[in-house]
Structure formats: C-alpha cells, structure tokens
C-alpha cells in the first residue's frame, strides 16, 4: 500500500513538473499568461497562486475550455 502511494506522488510530482518546463516554454516564446482556450490574458492573481496554469477559472470550472 505504501509503495502504491509513493507511485502515485511519484507520478503526480513528475505531472506538475511538465507542467512547469511547459509554463517556463510559454514564457520564452511569448504565450505565458494568456489561456490556451480563449487567449485571454488570465489575471495575475491566479498566475501567482497557480504559475503554471494554462487556462482561466471560468475554464476551468466548466466554461468554454470544456467544449
């Protein structure tokens, strides 16, 4: 069981880490802080809570990135 879960952190650390190298990639080629969906600029509240994020909260809570 223990090893299960040290799987599964293992697989969700490596997750959020893909997630940053993507986030640093948008920030060199000019698209970070911008939805992926919409390309509206995400307010930098959610960016300094949730750096890496692609999308805005109305996205994400089921808005036009659910489409």
Do not use: K, N, Q
């Not at 090893?3 to 969700?12: K, P």
């Not at 997630?19 to 390309?39: M, Q």
């Not at 930098?44 to 999308?55: I, N, Q, S, V, Y």
């Amino acid at each position: 069981v223990e090893r299960e879960r040290d799987l599964v952190l293992s697989a969700e650390a490596r997750h959020e880490i893909e997630e940053i190298d993507a986030a640093l990639e948008r920030i060199r080629v000019g698209d970070y802080g911008y939805s992926i969906h919409s390309g509206l600029p995400i307010p930098r509240e959610r960016l300094e809570a949730l750096p890496w994020t692609t999308e805005l909260v109305t996205e994400r809570a089921g808005g036009l990135g659910s489409r």
